[in-house]
């Protein structure tokens, strides 16, 4: 007897498709969140350097006499950023030291350092 060929896909042929399947958007997956967690991180990064480059400014164009050490916080989003400044002196040259922390998926912080002379 002759027997005619057979059409389609066998029901093991569509499981190996879908487990392959299955394993390439579990990857895809795992990479699309790794692109977003990045991005977030370097988002909040530039925001706070953003925050501290601008309180490094106002303290560049603050008189001398006038500097004192201190901190605020800042909040944008639902994200907290603390700025602190500490002001010391070394015969006629200040240091200015800002640092910006903030805690969303771990504790971050970013510093910056610049020197006044009278």
Same mark, same amino acid.
């Given at each position: ?24 958007? *579990? #990857? ?14 370097? %988002?909040?990064?530039?925001?706070? /350097?953003t925050l501290m480059q601008d309180k490094m400014e106002t303290l560049k164009n603050?008189?001398?006499?006038? *500097? #004192?050490?201190?901190s605020d916080t800042v909040q944008l989003g639902n994200i907290d950023y603390l700025? %602190?400044?500490?002001?010391?002196? /070394? ?28």
């Amino acid at each position: 007897m002759k027997r005619e060929k057979d059409h389609g896909f066998t029901l093991i042929e569509l499981l190996i498709a879908l487990f392959i399947l299955s394993v390439v958007l *579990l #990857a895809i997956s795992s990479m699309v969140y790794s692109v977003m967690q990045a991005t977030s991180n370097s %988002k909040e990064t530039s925001t706070a /350097t953003t925050l501290m480059q601008d309180k490094m400014e106002t303290l560049k164009n603050t008189r001398l006499t006038s *500097l #004192a050490p201190g901190s605020d916080t800042v909040q944008l989003g639902n994200i907290d950023y603390l700025r %602190k400044w500490a002001i010391s002196t /070394t015969g006629n040259i200040r240091t200015i030291n800002v640092t910006v922390n903030w805690t969303n998926r771990g504790s971050h912080t970013v510093t910056m350092t610049t020197l006044r002379a009278d």
